[in-house]
T-cell receptor
Framework: DAGVIQSPRHEVTEMGQEVTLRCKPISGHNSLFWYRQTMMRGLELLIYFNNNVPIDDSGMPEDRFSAKMPNASFSTLKIQPSEPRDSAVYFC???????????FGPGTRLTVT | AQSVTQLDSQVPVFEEAPVELRCNYSSSVSVYLFWYVQYPNQGLQLLLKYLSGSTLVKGINGFEAEFNKSQTSFHLRKPSVHISDTAEYFCAVRGPNTGGFKTIFGAGTRLFVKA
């Protein structure tokens, strides 16, 4: 298996633009997680899905952030409009079940200027 | 609700010395415990996990951790570190939460191995 796939790996955009991050989980995994990592705040869980259904989105910073999982093999995290404080590395992870470890993608480094 | 505390933000150590990275958690229910490692510019990778059974868990790269229920700790140890172990280490707890399971990560401990 190729592991969790994220695209793009790097994204540089201007403030106010829409940004869409993409994730393909490991085939057969039923849970998907979006995290944000910054030096100041560490690793933060933004949202997680179970069987394509959002279970907990309490970590989503504000309405500018939205996430979807239209099917078991694809998820998106959208920021509209983007702001410089959104600059971070965004990780997607998936897991097979409740007791299983999470498999992380390589991350998307977002820079908003 | 669960929480995780990693007691040291940075741990410098000389090569071939032993190391212990400390982790304490709080939870009112049974949980699963994990240690992950993150090398520069990479995602997190699993080092080891505790689900049940033996309290001493062995992981990859010579690391091990011991689950201590009475002290609610899950410290990570390695008897002899290498330069290549320089990375950030995250302790995590996963347990039942409203609507499903949620993993809580600690703030991370940066291990710096010196020659």
């Amino acid at each position: 298996d190729a592991g969790v796939i994220q695209s793009p790996r790097h994204e540089v955009t201007e403030m106010g633009q829409e940004v869409t991050l993409r994730c393909k989980p490991i085939s057969g995994h039923n849970s998907l997680f979006w995290y944000r990592q910054t030096m100041m705040r560490g690793l933060e869980l933004l949202i997680y899905f179970n069987n394509n259904v959002p279970i907990d989105d309490s970590g989503m910073p504000e309405d500018r952030f939205s996430a979807k999982m239209p099917n078991a093999s694809f998820s998106t995290l959208k920021i509209q409009p983007s702001e410089p404080r959104d600059s971070a590395v965004y990780f997607c992870a998936s897991s097979l079940g409740a007791s299983d470890e999470q498999y992380f993608g390589p991350g998307t480094r977002l820079t908003v200027t | 609700a669960q929480s995780v505390t990693q007691l040291d933000s940075q741990v410098p150590v000389f090569e071939e010395a032993p190391v212990e990275l400390r982790c304490n958690y709080s939870s009112s229910v049974s949980v699963y415990l994990f240690w992950y490692v993150q090398y520069p510019n990479q995602g997190l990778q699993l080092l080891l996990k505790y689900l049940s059974g033996s309290t001493l868990v062995k992981g990859i790269n010579g690391f091990e951790a011991e689950f201590n229920k009475s002290q609610t700790s899950f410290h990570l140890r390695k008897p002899s570190v290498h330069i290549s172990d320089t990375a950030e280490y995250f302790c995590a707890v996963r347990g039942p939460n409203t609507g499903g399971f949620k993993t809580i990560f600690g703030a991370g401990t940066r291990l710096f191995v010196k020659a």
